[in-house]
């Protein structure tokens, strides 16, 4: 059921069966997500203001919330997870080829992939901005930007349709929140000018059937996502395998500091995201924390292998590469850094620690391409 002003009880499974699809050998408590719709469009009306706080509520007791998925994009969400498993399916060496030298699009296999030092299983191909060589940012070298190797139309066409919508998506819940903080219009928006949306499609074998290189019955390990939104899809049919940590005021992270993968990984206070027919989670990442100084903090939270192969898709709403935040009006609690925080660096950062066999790390350190994050081209 949805109220007029878009606060919605999803029709959920009874409260005992929420936590029968939790991955083997996983202790969590199942969570209860708030499910809430999306105005056509964001004005900054009361009702706006209402949506914008209960979400920023949501948010600050439960580190994640729902959002439900538009009749109109069901056709697209099923092309985008027919075109995934079609993807997955291809042989090894098509699927390895899919890299680039420039970008950290393309493919990751399972096991390829380091968090907290530690390969996932996971399986992934990641889109990132899809620049081409004469591009001028590419042409002057700028960090992490270059082409998306896409293997074919089959997926490029509808995963950037998909980002399309997600995009238009994370503007309203950016507005939204902008409602909520009381912060004025703008504040959150004026940083997703050309932001660097990119999303990781995954695919998450079977516990039971891994190729023996990662840590045992883990997709990926406890994290922090790094820009302003995450918003995630999962298919229903393998049980989700998604675990959040809410907001508690004895945790702190700050990724940007001091890394927060391994975040209390092994530790109990997981919750686990039962799947959900047609709804995206969301939840806020580093940049939110700290333009808000905490008060929306970055959500932890790690993936476990099913008894079923699963397929997801996280997308990341972001600042432009070129961004230096700042905290907002009325929650500038005196956080650091005290100059900002430079996006793109942030972003180059955290992808060289996740992949630092890569081809695009080894020529990032070759070519010293981090040196022109300093540069004020890349700074507004
Ligand atoms: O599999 C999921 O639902 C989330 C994946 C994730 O955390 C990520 O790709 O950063
Ligand atoms: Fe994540």
């Not at 490029?156 to 980002?163: A, G, I, T, V, W």
Request: aromatic share 10%; with cysteine; proline share 8%.
């Amino acid at each position: 059921m949805v109220t007029s002003h878009g606060i919605a009880t999803a029709a959920t499974p009874a409260k005992q069966d929420l936590g029968a699809t939790m991955p083997p050998n996983y202790i969590a408590r199942p969570g209860e997500l708030q499910t809430f719709e999306l105005p056509a469009q964001v004005t900054g009306t009361p009702t706006d203001v209402e949506l914008g706080k209960a979400l920023v509520d949501a948010w600050r007791s439960d580190g994640i919330l729902q959002i439900s998925m538009k009749d109109t994009k069901k056709s697209l969400m099923d092309e985008v997870f027919d075109a995934s498993k079609g993807f997955f399916r291809k042989p090894h060496s098509e699927k390895a080829a899919c890299v680039d030298s420039q970008s950290y699009s393309g493919y990751i296999a399972s096991a390829e992939e380091i968090t907290d030092g530690i390969p996932d299983y996971s399986e992934i191909f990641t889109v990132t901005k899809d620049l081409d060589l004469s591009e001028p940012r590419v042409r002057n070298h700028w960090p992490c930007h270059g082409p998306c190797p896409w293997p074919d139309l089959e997926m490029k066409d509808p995963m950037e349709q998909y980002m399309e919508y997600l995009g238009q998506s994370g503007e309203k819940l950016l507005q939204l929140i902008e409602c909520g903080l009381g912060v004025p219009p703008g504040s959150l928006t004026k940083y997703t000018n050309d932001g660097w949306h990119h999303m990781r499609i995954l695919r998450f074998p079977a516990v039971s059937n891994t190729n023996g290189k990662g840590k045992e019955g883990r997709g990926i390990g406890s994290h922090t996502d790094y820009g302003l939104l995450v918003i995630a899809a999962q298919d229903e049919v393998g049980g989700s395998g998604l675990f959040i940590r809410p907001p508690s005021a004895d945790e702190a992270t700050a990724n940007w500091e001091e890394s927060a993968a391994g975040f209390h990984e092994d530790d109990s206070g997981w919750v686990y995201v039962p799947p959900m027919p047609d709804v995206f989670t969301v939840f806020p990442g580093d940049m939110m924390q700290y333009l808000t100084d905490s008060y929306l903090p970055s959500t932890p939270h790690k993936v476990g292998l099913n008894t079923r192969e699963r397929f997801a898709f996280a997308y990341f709403h972001e600042p432009s590469f070129q961004s230096v935040l700042r905290p907002l009006p009325g929650y500038d609690g005196g956080q650091k850094p005290r100059e900002g925080i430079h996006y793109g660096t942030h972003f180059t950062n955290m992808f060289m620690r996740n992949y630092p066999d890569r081809i695009t790390s080894k020529r990032m350190i070759r070519e010293d391409r981090r040196e022109l994050l300093a540069s004020p081209e890349l700074r507004t």
